[in-house]
C-alpha cells in the first residue's frame, strides 16, 4: 500500500537524539490517522549520525534515508526530501524533538482544505535570547512577504507533495516555506503545537543565522517572488490519449 505521508527528519551531528527520534517516531506511525514512513536526510554528519540512521533503517522499513557526501544546510536536506518523496503529502519534523510527532495529526486533520499547515510554537521552551531573535526575524520575514505566519520557523510542517516539489529551494528559503506556497496561488494555515526544550546536542542557529541571515534571506525572496513563474495546465494531448 501507497504511504500517503513522508516525514522528513534532516539529521547534522545528532547522534545522542537520533534512539528518541527513533522511539519517538515509531510511536507516533502506530497512531498516525495516515499511512505514513520516516526519511532521515543525513546533512553531511561528521559524528557517528549515518550509523545509527542505518540500524534504525535496518531494524524497522517504515524509516528509510539518504545521506549528503558533505553538509549543505537545513534548506538542501528539505529540497532533497521533497525531491525523494513520493507520497502525496510531505512533514518536516527537527531531529532535536523540540516538536512532538504526536501533533502532526494536528495538522493532518486541516491539510485537505490547505496546501501547507506549519505548527505554530504557543509556550516555546528556549532562551530568552532565542525567543527574542527568532520574534524579531518573524517581523521583518511578515513585512517582506506578507504571509500571515507567526512562526515559520517552527520545525513542524504538513505540505502537499505537489506544492513542494515546486519550492525552488535556495540557502536560507526553508523559513520561506508558507510564502512559497502563497507564490503559486496555495492556501496556507497554522495551528498550535506544543514545543519542548532541547535535550541533547547542540543548537545549529544562533544570533547571527537566526536574525541577521534572514533579513538578507528577504531580500532574496522579493527577488523571486518578482521572477517567479506560476502556471496551470487546463488541457493536453495526454487527456485524449487517455480517453480512448
Not at 510511536?27 to 561528521?46: H, P, Q
Not at 550509523?51 to 545521506?67: L, P
Not at 510564502?179 to 494555515?189: D, F, N, P, V
Request: charged fraction near 25%; hydrophobic fraction near 40%; aromatic fraction near 10%.
Amino acid at each position: 500500500m501507497k504511504h500517503t505521508l513522508t516525514i522528513i527528519v534532516p539529521v547534522y551531528n545528532e547522534v545522542d537524539n537520533l534512539s528518541r527520534v527513533e522511539t519517538e517516531l515509531s510511536n507516533y506511525l502506530d497512531i498516525c490517522v495516515s499511512k505514513a514512513e520516516v526519511l532521515f536526510v543525513n546533512d553531511g554528519s561528521t559524528d557517528k549520525s549515518q550509523e545509527v540512521i542505518a540500524d534504525i533503517c535496518q531494524r524497522d522499513k517504515r524509516f528509510t534515508y539518504i545521506s549528503f557526501k558533505q553538509n549543505k544546510g537545513l534548506s538542501a536536506a528539505l529540497k532533497a526530501g521533497f525531491d525523494h518523496a513520493e507520497s502525496d503529502l510531505v512533514g518536516y519534523i527537527d531531529s532535536d524533538l523540540q516538536t512532538s510527532p504526536s501533533d502532526f495529526n494536528l495538522l493532518l486533520a486541516e491539510i485537505d482544505n490547505f496546501d501547507l499547515v506549519t505548527g505554530v510554537r504557543s509556550d516555546r521552551q528556549d532562551s530568552f535570547v532565542k525567543n527574542m531573535s527568532s520574534s524579531i526575524a518573524n517581523v521583518i520575514r511578515r513585512a517582506f512577504t506578507h504571509d500571515g505566519m507567526d512562526d515559520t520557523g517552527c520545525p513542524l510542517k504538513i505540505i502537499k507533495t505537489t506544492y513542494a516539489k515546486r519550492i525552488p529551494m535556495f540557502k536560507g528559503l526553508h523559513r520561506f516555506l508558507p510564502a512559497m506556497i502563497l507564490l503559486q496561488e496555495g492556501k496556507i494555515k497554522q495551528v498550535p503545537v506544543q514545543h519542548f526544550p532541547r535535550i541533547a546536542g547542540e543548537a545549529k542557529y544562533h544570533l547571527w543565522n537566526r536574525l541577521f541571515g534572514p533579513l538578507a534571506d528577504c531580500f532574496a525572496y522579493l527577488w523571486m517572488k518578482r521572477k517567479y513563474i506560476n502556471y496551470q495546465i487546463v488541457d493536453s494531448s495526454a487527456k485524449l490519449r487517455n480517453r480512448s
